[in-house]
């Protein structure tokens, strides 16, 4: 099953379990979307302002960023580009360090590619011995996440440049930074000294535009230009175009946000030492929590009064682990207030 399909379409409760922006877009979004014309929606839209937008935010020129319809459809073109193995040819690797965002295996499969995973450490800190010893002259995508998701861990950018020297002819380096906002790290300040490293961006989490899917690669245009090929044209929707450029005109909503996702950090991880569950220090907008034999009933009891969070016991390393969303404080204050309910309840 899809990690988007559950629990299903439940918008009245409260949403922590997709890492989504809890407080939504910027209002210059909605006046942005509202100012569409019919003209503006009957043509095929143009992408120079939202791409010079982006690429300014973003501090590089404008022909290293490729728009996609999310991030998602970023990665699917990257494996469709790096991963379908060649006629008659050894079938392409990639190199998965887990637990990591479950796409990478999808998409990985999808394109005909072979999955090297990597297993974690117990403190989840980036093992760039076992990834190193992992690559063999057939892998073709490192697939790194920075910070990752579910743990919120963040990698030392050294070990991406280390991969970036050591990965074959033909291979790429993909680091995805869908959640580097909150941690304030990026690598994209080196991609021009390192032509084998692609970025990856979204606007759906800091930005609160899930809904309207849009996300970004960063790259080499030759490195690119396999991937380019392989985003349909037009994938991103002239509200979307429209939105990002007004998202990126309002940098106050976005510095808003960080702080209440810092707030609701520092009180998700103190509810946790009260309630004598172990937790992860994140640098993302999410928690991983710890409830090792108390997971299903800490799941269930806050589905059950509307508070969706996510098990994650199955991601390799993750047994009895919890990853809740850290976003507007209000709605956090709410989610402790609830797993209180229920462990107390089944104490
Ligand atoms: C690591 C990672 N990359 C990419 C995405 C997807 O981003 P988008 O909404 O832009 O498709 C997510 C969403 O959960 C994510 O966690």
Known sequence: MSHYQKPPELYEGLRLHQNENTGGCSPRVLEALAKLRADQIG???PYAGATDAVATYLGVPADRVTLANGLDEGIMALAVAYLRPPIGGPVPEAVVPEPAFEIFRFDTAVAGGTLVQVMPRPDFSFPLDAVLAAMTERTRVVFLTNPNNPTGVSMPLDAIRTLAGRVPHGAVVFVDEAYAEFAGVSFISE???YPNVIVGRTFSKAFGLAGLRI???????????PIRRAIPVYSVNVAAAAAIQAALADLDHLNGY??????SKALLYAACD???LTYVTSDANFVLVCAGDRTSELVNGAFARGV?????????GCAGCIRIGAGIVDHTRRCIS????????TR
């Open 338 to 345: 609830v797993m209180e309910e229920v462990l107390c309840a």
């Open 274 to 276: 009260r309630l004598g």
């Open 191 to 193: 991609v021009a000294s």
């Open 215 to 225: 996300g970004c690669l960063v790259g080499s245009p030759d490195t690119m230009d």
């Open 308 to 316: 969706y969070i996510r098990d994650r016991s199955s991601e390799p």
């Open 258 to 263: 960080l702080r209440q996702v810092a707030e």
């Open 43 to 45: 043509f095929y839209p």
